[in-house]
């Protein structure tokens, strides 16, 4: 059997994957045409992987979810048919294991990465969760303001910390208020390398109204202005793990409902 070569991580224009047009042909019951993956199976799940040394995908290559502790104590959190936004959904762990192990009725996702769209939307329907997961907002990254132009510095170990620069690119960014103006969610969860502050500050209007619970990586240098963003909006805040030497995971529970 030959080895599927999978594309290297630089390879990230439309001849890599076209989401916009993936999408128009979902939509249209056209087939969908995507880049060569790795697929692995296991417990009733099917993956397309596109890394081989990548933190999430190592995990889910060994038959488990990545960060499945910390999603295991955020499920005690969560009521049955829960509606969740997922911003910076990478290729769709947490929102599968949302779907999937916590029962969420709707998934929400944004992801700006070009190289992470094609196995985000691949691994919503090999599981059967186009119904659940929304997929229309794949494509574009979330900020305080809106914004265009901008680019993602790659990296070949690690699709995830991939971060976002203001300029030389063609990737845009809007804010959550806009984006999500009609969901009503339960839980967001934000994973944005760096720029959760300016993502929490686009969704003023949303955590007003909603209250949701928040899981939230915090970058070091971020942790005072989180701390002092959740006790002004009468939020408690629990470090759950460390995600790396510049980072930590946060959930965050409102402590008042919502106006």
């Not at 994957?17 to 993936?22: E, L, Y």
């Not at 769709?92 to 769209?117: C, D, K, M, Q, T």
């Not at 993602?152 to 208020?177: C, S, Y």
Request: charge should be negative; glycine fraction near 10%.
């Amino acid at each position: 059997m030959t080895e599927v070569t999978l594309p290297r991580p630089e390879t990230t224009d439309e001849s890599y994957f076209d989401a916009g047009a993936a999408l128009a042909a979902l939509e249209a019951g056209e087939p969908v045409a995507f880049p060569p993956f790795d697929l692995v199976h296991w417990g009733g799940f099917c993956w397309c992987l596109n890394y081989r040394r990548d933190p999430v995908q190592s995990a889910l290559r060994q038959g488990r979810f990545y960060e499945e502790g910390q999603l295991a104590v955020l499920k005690r959190h969560l009521r049955g048919g829960a509606h969740v936004i997922d911003i910076g959904a990478n290729i769709g762990n947490h929102s599968i294991w949302f779907a999937r192990r916590a029962g969420a009725a709707r998934v929400v996702v944004a992801e700006p990465n070009p190289l992470a769209l094609a196995p985000l939307m691949a691994n919503v329907l090999v599981n059967g969760l186009r119904e659940v997961i929304d997929l229309t907002r794949i494509g574009v990254g979330l900020s305080d303001e809106a914004a265009a132009g901008l680019r993602m510095k790659r990296h070949d170990r690690n699709l995830g910390a991939t971060r976002m620069f203001p300029e030389g690119g063609d990737l845009r960014v809007v804010r959550g208020d806009d984006l999500f103006a009609t969901e009503r969610p339960d839980l967001i969860k934000i994973d944005v390398e760096g720029m959760e502050m300016k993502v929490l500050s686009g969704l003023e209007s949303i955590v007003s109204d909603h209250r949701p619970l928040l899981f939230v990586e915090v970058d070091a240098a971020n942790e005072g202005a989180f701390a002092d963003w959740c006790a002004s909006r009468d939020y408690g805040a629990e470090r759950l793990a460390a995600t790396s030497d510049h980072g930590s995971n946060w959930l965050a529970t409102c402590r008042r409902s919502g106006g």
